[in-house]
Each structure stands twice: as C-alpha cells, then as structure tokens.
T-cell receptor, first 113, second 116 residues
Framework: DAGVIQSPRHEVTEMGQEVTLRCKPISGHNSLFWYRQTMMRGLELLIYFNNNVPIDDSGMPEDRFSAKMPNASFSTLKIQPSEPRDSAVYFC???????????FGSGTRLTVV | AQKITQTQPGMFVQEKEAVTLDCTYDTSDPSYGLFWYKQPSSGEMIFLIYQGSYDQQNATEGRYSLNFQKARKSANLVISASQLGDSAMYFCAMRENTGTASKLTFGTGTRLQVTL
C-alpha cells in the first residue's frame, strides 16, 4: 500500500496567487482530514470528509480556503488568494471503517512570499 | 477549552533510560480513542500506539506503552530503553465521535531529546 499521497511536497508561491494542494487517501478509507501545522498554532484540523461529503469545515480559517473531494480517491485544498500567514505544513490523513488509526501523508510545506 | 493537554513542552532523557510523556484529555463521550504520534525532524507523522476507552488493559507496542488512567483522564506515553532515534516531537491525540464520523484532535506536543 502506497499510503496517503500528497503533492506537491514543497510549494513556494507569491502572495495573491492561487495554491492547490492535493491528496490521495488510502484505498478503502472513507474519511479524509486536512490539517495545518504551524509553530504558533500546532496541528489544526481544517476540514474533514466522510464518504466524500464535508462533515465539518469549522476549522477553515477564511473564505480564501476551500476543499473538495470529488471522489473517494482524491481531495484538494485550495487557497485563493494566498497570503504569507498561510505559510505552514499542510497534512492530509485518512481513516477507514473498522480501522482505528489515522494515516498521514508526508505533508506539503507551503511558503507564501 | 483544551481537549488534549500536554504540559511538557520539552523533555530530556538519557539513552537507555525510560521516559514518560504526559497527556490529559477532556471529553464527556463514553466512547473515545487516544493516540500517540511521533514527528521526527523530517516532518512525517508516525502512529505509535492506540488506546480505546473501553480497553481493559493498557496498550503496548514494543518499547511504547500507554499508561491509561481513565478516572484521571490521563493517557501518558512511556518509552522504555530510549534510543537516540527517539528524539522527536510527540503528540497525544483524541478521537471523538461526531455522529456521522470521528475526528482527531491533537495536543501541542512534547519535544523529546535523548542524550548520550
């Protein structure tokens, strides 16, 4: 099993640009989570999906952030327009029925300059 | 209110010694799960150990064990025979059921440094 796959691993972009982060969960997992990690705020849950449906997006910081899960094998997190304070590591994680664990991807390190 | 509290921002332990990383939690849900993750300097999140709220025995995985004290709402991680490779950030997390799904909430982490 390839695990949770995130792309890109690193992204450097200019303020005001659109950024799209991608995630492929483990096949068969039905829950997907997007987290953001910063020194100041630690690991924050941004949004999570169950069976491709967004369940709770209360952690999404602003309207500039949006997430989609068009099918069971793909999710995106988009920031438009990006700002320097969005610089962080963004993790995607997935979990499945009858499986208590959450598997994390390697993360995307986003730098907005 | 903090749902997961890790009061030790940093810990030092000598190689081959045991170390306990503290974690307390707060929930009114009778069914929950507690996790520990390791994050080395490379950045990935590595699952270490899990304890379910109804589990009668403390979880163990190799050198890791979880000291689960339900009445005190604590779930401390014990690492025995520390190794240099154990130097990392350690996060305690709690799974809460939200009806349609469950979500994982993390503490602020403890940075462990293993010394010679």
């Amino acid at each position: 099993d390839a695990g949770v796959i995130q792309s890109p691993r690193h992204e450097v972009t200019e303020m005001g640009q659109e950024v799209t982060l991608r995630c492929k969960p483990i096949s068969g997992h039905n829950s997907l989570f997007w987290y953001r990690q910063t020194m100041m705020r630690g690991l924050e849950l941004l949004i999570y999906f169950n069976n491709n449906v967004p369940i709770d997006d209360s952690g999404m910081p602003e309207d500039r952030f949006s997430a989609k899960m068009p099918n069971a094998s793909f999710s995106t997190l988009k920031i438009q327009p990006s700002e320097p304070r969005d610089s962080a590591v963004y993790f995607c994680a997935s979990s499945g029925r009858g499986y208590y664990g959450y598997t994390f991807g390697s993360g995307t390190r986003l730098t907005v300059v | 209110a903090q749902k997961i509290t890790q009061t030790q921002p940093g810990m030092f332990v000598q190689e081959k010694e045991a170390v306990t990383l503290d974690c307390t939690y707060d929930t009114s849900d009778p069914s929950y799960g507690l996790f520990w993750y390791k994050q080395p300097s490379s950045g990935e999140m590595i699952f270490l150990i899990y304890q379910g709220s109804y589990d009668q025995q403390n979880a163990t995985e190799g050198r890791y064990s979880l000291n689960f004290q339900k009445a005190r709402k604590s779930a401390n991680l014990v690492i025995s025979a520390s190794q240099l490779g154990d130097s990392a950030m350690y996060f305690c997390a709690m799974r809460e059921n939200t009806g349609t799904a469950s979500k994982l909430t993390f503490g602020t982490g403890t940075r462990l440094q293993v010394t010679l």
